[in-house]
C-alpha cells in the first residue's frame, strides 16, 4: 500500500509526484502487465485532496 500525503497546494505536488514517479518508472524494467488495484481519495472539510491511498490488488 503507498500513501501520498497533501499540504498547502495539492495540485502542485500532485504535478511533482507525477513527473517524478514518471522519471522513476522510465529506469525501470518493463512489467508485463500493471496489477489491479484500488485507490481512495481523501478531501479536507474544505474540499482539497487531503490523500490518496493506492493498494494493489492481491495475487490469485
Avoid: N
Avoid at 14 to 21: G, I, Q
Avoid at 30 to 51: D, H, I, N
Amino acid at each position: 500500500m503507498a500513501t501520498v500525503t497533501f499540504t498547502d497546494d495539492p495540485v502542485a505536488e500532485a504535478r511533482a509526484l507525477a513527473t517524478t514517479l514518471a522519471l522513476w518508472l522510465r529506469e525501470q524494467d518493463p512489467p508485463e502487465a500493471a496489477p489491479p488495484a484500488s485507490v481512495k481519495f481523501a478531501y479536507t472539510e474544505a474540499g482539497a485532496l487531503k490523500s490518496v491511498t493506492v493498494v494493489l490488488a492481491e495475487g490469485d
